[in-house]
């Protein structure tokens, strides 16, 4: 397997070197036949999806095929003024030099998506390879077998394979990946496994992404609007049967409002995909069961993957929904007098990759002052992740760098620092015995 894959990242080295993806207008053109081929197979990567996770056609296409498309139609409008650079000013000592920032391609970049979101977070960091003018390989999760076979063909369709390539197969495969040299590798995944791509990529020195998740929090202040956040926790935890990173993990409430925000949380639907699969949902049910009081919920039928709403009373901080990442529709939930109190339980914990504040701005300044977190919504859940011209990505062990419409562009590039200096002129004041000296210290105060 090793020489294929050696023989692989040839094929991709040899096409990047002939230049062709330096083009402006060819990486255009390759984001339109990419938008063609969604457009072209919506129906179809729906069906997968519904296959694979049950989802509804709506939430597949607003989650996922939607978000490509946003993302398509952004970098398009912006490629040529991206990759023309930008001039900086240059200091008085190097004038009259000129100074520019210029993007150039990294060269042959890996991308390893998750099985969650199997279209938005394979094909989204794909537009930000390609519109930086990158040769890329894919690598879809084997756990939505539907999604991955109807992926694979998409990307045949549209791509040469010296220019984008689709890998199949288990964790023996990417295993062989990442033993290859690539010029950046983009992973979206669990830590556990994240901390093994970081290993593999220090081997090579190679620049990475790590888009992780972690446990986000959610705090509800005293004077929220209580049916508004109700509606609003459970749209983003329910979305996806919970299986977002972004989701909202546990849930403090003020000790006023705690009841009446259980009560709202109860009444809204439960209709949504299923879990991914039997072993994730008898992990969930062991979760449930190991953790506290089921205020409603609990239900739970493994070989349909199917795990209902459930709302946990006051665990313990060490019980397993209080330590790891859920990744399902259990929310755990704890009520509170003093914020300072929420603020120092977050602080003392991982920085997670998503917060969440209901309640009135004053508090909410001072909650968003007073914690660290990858991005952050007063009010709502999960929408930071609908505006494009927002930076994604964590903090600390939630994740290492940031893409998404320009950050997308950049992070695929380097950028490039150029100074292009006249031949009509040379000031000899840079030279040996710099006699100016005193005139230089002048210019760097």
Known sequence: MSEDMESLLRGHRRYFAEGRTRDVRFRAEALRRLRKALRDHTDALCEALRLDLHKSASESYLTEIGIVLQEIARHLRRLKRWTAGRRVPSPLTILPSGSRIVPEPLGVVLIVAPWNYPVQLLLNPLVGALSAG??????????????????????????????????????????????????????????????????????????????????????????????????????????????????P?????????????????????????????????????????????????????????????????????????????????????????????VIRYVNERDKPLALYYFGGRREADRVLRSTSSGGACVNDTVVQLANGRLPFGGVGRSGIGKYHGR???????????????PRWIDIPLRYAPYRSIRLFKKFLK
Not at 275 to 303: N, W
Not at 407 to 421: D, G, I, T, Y
Request: charged share 25%; aromatic share 8%.
């Open 407 to 421: 950050f997308s562009f950049e992070l695929f590039s380097n950028l490039r620092a150029v100074v292009r200096s």
């Open 134 to 247: 990158n040769c890329a390989v894919l690598k879809s999760s084997p756990l939505v077998p539907h999604t991955e076979a109807l992926l694979k063909r998409l990307i045949g369709e549209v791509f040469p394979p010296g220019y984008v390539s689709f890998l199949e197969g288990g964790p023996e495969v990417v295993e062989e990946v990442l033993k290859q040299r690539f010029d950046s590798i983009f992973f979206t995944g669990g830590s556990a496994f994240g901390q093994t791509v970081m290993r593999a990529a220090a081997e090579h020195l190679t620049p990475l992404t790590l888009e992780l998740g972690g446990k986000s929090p959610c705090i509800v202040g005293r004077d929220a609007d209580i049916p508004l956040a109700a509606r609003r926790i459970v749209w983003g935890k329910l979305l996806n049967a919970g299986q977002t990173c972004v989701a």
């Open 249 to 341: 993990d546990y849930l403090f409430v003020h000790a006023d409002r705690k009841r009446q925000l259980c009560v709202e949380m109860e009444r809204l639907s439960d209709d949504y995909p299923r879990i991914v699969s039997v072993q994730a949902a008898e992990r969930l049910q062991r979760m449930m069961h190991g953790s506290g009081k089921i205020l409603f919920g609990g239900t739970c039928d493994p070989q349909q993957r199917y795990v209902a709403p459930t709302l946990i009373d006051e665990p313990d901080d060490d019980s397993p929904v209080m330590r790891q990442e859920i990744f399902g529709p259990l929310l755990p939930v704890k009520g509170f007098h003093d914020i300072e109190t």
